[in-house]
């Protein structure tokens, strides 16, 4: 049965979209201008379901994307922008399509995606704002006063931490290379793109890092993740792992260093590996292997699906119902306060 997208929060508290694709439910990955359409502008709130139309957009504009750079024009295929929109979430979505910068890479799948829509006679192709690139934000600008030290009209180097380093090489170069999956190459690439702290990097859009030459979109949310866990601002992934799986961290470690290195941020590693390593949807009590098929066919892979999912969304699952959506509710949750 095809569920309706939702919008939900991940384990580390940021909005994403959830959608049916074929093979199950996939989580897709926001940017802050698809967040504040969704928010601001529709006024959706967690678990609220979102117009099928506004996804492909999202994807085309590269304000959404799926894990592991899955093929956007394949994804796009799979959504349906013919549902009949409301005169707000019509005006919304026509607003967003006029007002954003487009990135040229973009353009064309802008194009061809709003030419299949229900929008089209709403908005002249030329009424599109394609850009080259955007400016970056402030705060990622360098700032000239915190360069080198001048000292006899040259140039002083900048030391770093590490003893018998280079001493020429920024600071924030070797702080950026202690998140996993960020090594020298990447370091430099974003210090040149005007990373300047990892407070900075910690506050800054992926959408806006993966204009940086070499930094794909992947690689942009693991620099953003990894900066937010290295500040204090979330919880390692590791960790996080340990408390929904009961494994202990270093299992973990060696994984997500791994993925990390190929562009998969702990957000998108995290829901594989909890399945991979901790109890599936089959170890709950009182799910018989009819329910836990049709639970893992919809997407439910492990109790912490369930324990996310809303009674609504499971009683739509075959062969659920109402009563049996609460006690499988009750004894997955259960399960994860036990861990």
Same mark, same amino acid.
């Given at each position: 049965m095809q569920q309706p997208t939702r919008l939900i929060r991940d384990s580390v508290d940021r909005l994403k979209l959830e959608v049916s694709l074929p093979g199950g439910r996939y989580q897709l990955?926001?940017?802050?201008?698809?967040?504040?359409? +969704?928010?601001?502008? +529709?006024? /959706?709130?967690?678990? #609220?379901?979102?117009?099928?139309?506004?996804?492909?957009?999202?994807?085309?504009?590269?304000?959404?994307?799926?894990?592991?750079?899955?093929?956007?024009?394949?994804?796009?295929?799979?959504?349906?922008?013919?549902?009949? /929109? @409301? $005169? @707000?979430?019509? $005006?919304?979505?026509?607003?967003?399509?006029?007002?954003? =910068?487009?990135?040229?890479? =973009? %353009?064309?799948?802008?194009?061809?995606?709003?030419?299949?829509?229900?929008?089209?006679?709403?908005?002249?192709?030329?009424?599109?704002?394609?850009?080259?690139?955007?400016? +970056?934000?402030?705060?990622?600008?360098?700032?000239?006063?915190?360069?080198?030290?001048?000292?006899?009209?040259?140039?002083?180097?900048? %030391?770093?931490?590490?003893?018998?380093?280079?001493? $020429?090489?920024?600071?924030?170069?070797? #702080?950026?290379?202690?998140?996993?999956?960020?090594?020298?190459?990447? %370091? #430099?690439? +974003?210090?040149?793109?005007?990373?300047?702290s990892l407070e900075t990097l910690a506050d800054s859009r992926p959408g806006y890092l993966a204009d940086i030459p070499g930094i794909s979109e992947g690689v942009a949310s693991v620099a953003v993740e990894g900066a937010r866990e290295l500040v204090g601002r979330t919880k390692p992934a590791n960790e996080r792992l340990r408390d929904q799986t009961g494994v202990s961290e270093p299992v973990f470690d060696p994984a997500l260093s791994a993925l990390a290195a190929s562009g998969v941020p702990a957000s998108e590693a995290i829901p594989k590996l909890r399945t991979l390593y901790g109890p599936t949807v089959a170890d709950i009590d009182g799910v018989t292997g009819q329910q836990a098929y049709y639970l893992h066919e919809a997407g439910y892979q492990a109790p912490y699906d369930i324990v996310q999912a809303s009674q609504e969304e499971l009683t739509d699952v075959y062969q659920i119902g109402a009563k049996s959506a609460e006690s499988i509710r009750a004894a997955a949750d259960a399960m994860l306060g036990e861990q």
């Amino acid at each position: 049965m095809q569920q309706p997208t939702r919008l939900i929060r991940d384990s580390v508290d940021r909005l994403k979209l959830e959608v049916s694709l074929p093979g199950g439910r996939y989580q897709l990955s926001l940017d802050d201008r698809a967040i504040i359409v +969704l928010t601001d502008k +529709l006024g /959706l709130t967690e678990r #609220d379901t979102v117009p099928e139309p506004f996804v492909p957009f999202f994807v085309a504009m590269g304000d959404a994307w799926f894990p592991n750079q899955r093929d956007a024009d394949a994804i796009i295929e799979d959504f349906s922008s013919d549902e009949t /929109l @409301s $005169s @707000s979430e019509r $005006s919304a979505l026509v607003s967003y399509v006029t007002e954003s =910068n487009i990135a040229e890479r =973009n %353009a064309e799948r802008v194009r061809s995606v709003l030419g299949n829509s229900s929008i089209a006679d709403d908005v002249p192709p030329r009424d599109l704002q394609i850009v080259d690139l955007p400016s +970056l934000p402030d705060s990622l600008t360098p700032d000239e006063s915190t360069g080198p030290t001048v000292k006899d009209g040259n140039p002083e180097p900048e %030391a770093t931490d590490t003893e018998g380093s280079d001493r $020429s090489k920024p600071k924030i170069a070797s #702080d950026l290379e202690q998140i996993p999956g960020i090594g020298p190459q990447r %370091a #430099d690439q +974003l210090v040149e793109g005007g990373v300047t702290s990892l407070e900075t990097l910690a506050d800054s859009r992926p959408g806006y890092l993966a204009d940086i030459p070499g930094i794909s979109e992947g690689v942009a949310s693991v620099a953003v993740e990894g900066a937010r866990e290295l500040v204090g601002r979330t919880k390692p992934a590791n960790e996080r792992l340990r408390d929904q799986t009961g494994v202990s961290e270093p299992v973990f470690d060696p994984a997500l260093s791994a993925l990390a290195a190929s562009g998969v941020p702990a957000s998108e590693a995290i829901p594989k590996l909890r399945t991979l390593y901790g109890p599936t949807v089959a170890d709950i009590d009182g799910v018989t292997g009819q329910q836990a098929y049709y639970l893992h066919e919809a997407g439910y892979q492990a109790p912490y699906d369930i324990v996310q999912a809303s009674q609504e969304e499971l009683t739509d699952v075959y062969q659920i119902g109402a009563k049996s959506a609460e006690s499988i509710r009750a004894a997955a949750d259960a399960m994860l306060g036990e861990q």
